[in-house]
């Protein structure tokens, strides 16, 4: 038994782990996650995190088994209130491998346009919430702002803010709507500019700075061990992008680059995210210039061949991973899906260690979970046994006081 | 890359006694017997040919549970099946080798029952209540029925 394990039985806490049960976690529609972290504390210090997770488990796996093979894939878009797009088109590749059609080019391309729209989209919400939770509250309010640009632009070409169900098997139910490029390149064009001057801002703010340097420290070979994917990979600089290492819609036909940077803190984590805003705007700005002319669908029938199958796609948090198998039924055999924040949880778990209580919301929300897992948190000191329980808001206060005390 | 990769690979699967499968461009199967489970991921992690985990998933194939790692390396795909039987399922742990595997094996736990020997936190519950009774069947068994499932569950929170 290790020195942690033994000061964690020592303290009480198997017992309080099972005594102390959060029914349903703070639900909202815009969570997917809510999270709960048990953080084991020396002084202001956390050495060990014990996490768990669940509270919204729908059993979308199970459902999936004894639904029709469309109506799973507008279920599975239903996984997040963020980055929805790439959930069906992931299942949606998963399966399209299942059968003999090809995807049309042009649906290819306007899968890559929503795809990066809602990258955008899900790091500028991101942003305003690293501001928020830094006590940075107009940073909030102007990233928030702009980010409605990239969901009006969304509605116009889906009909739907969050939920686009513009998927469907082997292409995607709507065109691009007529005369909007010029829009989509001009809007694009402000969002790099904005996205530049917050660059602009987090590398000379001295309330984003203080919060973020050297917080939440990890080695690259950490990460790599703990299985980290996307941003949680890129920014320790392991190259991992799945738009890069295995293309899928139309991605190896567009020129990009990807982002990676080797700070391996929440300030380089900041300056990663707001690159790959400007990277997503050229990617969008091309294909619109450059999408092809023809079909955008190829009708399939409802029976999908016997196999088994897997597919994985670039989510704005990172590698997501659908597996499909089919006994050549009207419903899937067995459906698995893995999201970003689901293997990121280790890596977090080890960038807590060893930062203050005032750190956790700044860390925890640099992975970009959904962020219900603020909304709870339970408190034990090693030293006293005293347990206590914070919200979110009274989390937030704290962090904010106590860096604002340590200046003077 | 893709030939390159399948040769490495087929020397791994040559000391596990198994075969490599090709599925389709760029993505390959291994079936492997449980016993040369860790040797063989042991090799493929430690040696670099593949250093990238997706998950793990479980399935339930009727007589017994199979387990499949998800691996890739740029723009190819490996699965490693391996098969456990369904009563007293018990597999090997792979988190000594890859730490990051903790939580899917603690899901595949949840979801199948089957309990992997070296994984720490076997005892604690990751996705199920910690009030999930022991005599009902993991939930994502082919014979495991949600709504009974849900009675149950109901039941046990008005005897609280």
């Known amino acids: ?408 | 890359m893709s030939e390159i990769f399948l040769q490495r690979v087929e020397s791994c699967a040559a000391d596990a006694k198994t075969k490599v499968t090709k599925l389709r461009d760029h993505e390959f199967l291994i079936e492997v017997e449980q016993e040369y489970v860790k040797p063989l991921i042991m090799k493929l992690w430690n040696d670099g040919i593949t250093r990238r985990l997706s998950t793990i998933t479980g399935l339930d194939s009727g007589q017994k549970l199979g387990i499949v790692y998800h691996f890739w390396q740029n723009d190819d795909v490996l699965h490693v099946r391996t098969t456990v039987p369904k009563t007293n399922a018990t597999a090997v742990s792979i988190v000594e080798i890859i730490p990051g595997a903790i939580l899917y094996e603690m899901e595949i736990h949840d979801m199948f029952g089957v309990t992997f020997a070296g994984n720490p936190w076997m005892d604690k519950k990751l996705l199920l209540p910690e009030t999930w009774p022991d005599d009902l069947p993991p939930p994502l068994l082919k014979t495991s029925k949600p709504a009974e499932i849900r009675k149950r569950l109901k039941l046990e929170v008005e005897n609280k």
């Open chain 1, 1 to 408: 038994m290790s020195e942690t394990e033994k000061k964690v039985e020592s303290a009480g806490l198997m017992k309080y782990s099972t005594e102390n049960l959060v029914p349903f976690g703070p639900i909202h529609p815009a969570l997917k996650e809510p999270e709960y972290f048990k953080l084991v504390l020396e002084g202001e210090k956390i050495v060990e995190v014990i996490p768990r997770i669940g509270y919204v488990h729908r059993g979308l796996e199970n459902a999936a088994e004894s639904r029709p093979w469309v109506q799973n894939m507008y279920m599975f878009e239903r996984t997040c209130g963020i980055c929805s797009f790439v959930h069906s088109l992931c299942y949606g590749q998963a399966v399209e491998g299942l059968t003999m059609y090809e995807v049309p080019k042009r649906a290819k391309y306007i899968r890559l346009i929503v795809a990066e729209l809602e990258r955008i989209h899900s790091h500028l919400l991101w942003v305003g919430l690293m501001g928020h939770w830094a006590g940075f509250e107009t940073l909030f309010m102007w990233v928030w702002r702009d980010r409605e640009i990239v969901l009006d632009i969304v509605e116009a070409i889906s009909g739907n803010r969050v939920h686009k169900s513009m998927n469907a098997f082997c292409g995607v139910r709507r065109d691009m709507p007529e005369n909007m490029d010029d829009r989509i390149v001009e809007k694009m064009k402000y969002l790099a500019d904005r996205a530049r001057y917050y660059r602009e801002i987090i590398d000379t703010e001295e309330t984003m700075l203080e919060r973020t340097e050297k917080v939440g420290k990890v080695t690259a070979d950490t990460a790599e061990k703990l299985c980290a994917v996307g941003p949680m990979a890129r920014y320790v600089g392991i190259q991992h992008d799945i738009r890069l290492n295995d293309p899928y819609a139309a991605y190896d036909e567009v020129p990009f680059s990807i982002v990676t940077r080797n700070e391996g803190d929440v300030q380089g984590l900041l300056r990663l995210r707001l690159d790959e805003i400007l990277v997503s705007t050229e990617l969008v700005t091309y294909a619109v210039k450059h999408l092809p002319e023809g079909p955008i669908r190829v009708k399939i029938p409802p029976i999908i061949p016997a196999g088994e199958h897997s597919s994985h796609c670039e989510a704005p948090r990172g590698e997501i991973f659908y597996y499909v198998k089919s006994t050549g039924g009207r419903t899937p055999d067995r459906v698995k899906s893995r999201q970003p924040t689901m293997a990121n949880l280790p890596t977090a778990l080890e960038m807590l260690k060893g930062q203050t209580i005032a750190d956790v919301p700044i860390v925890l929300t640099a992975i970009d979970p959904c962020f219900g897992c603020m909304d709870r948190m339970s408190f034990l000191d090693t030293e006293t046994n005293r347990t206590w329980t914070w919200s979110g808001e009274q989390l937030r206060q704290y962090g904010i006081k106590y860096y604002k005390q340590r200046r003077t």
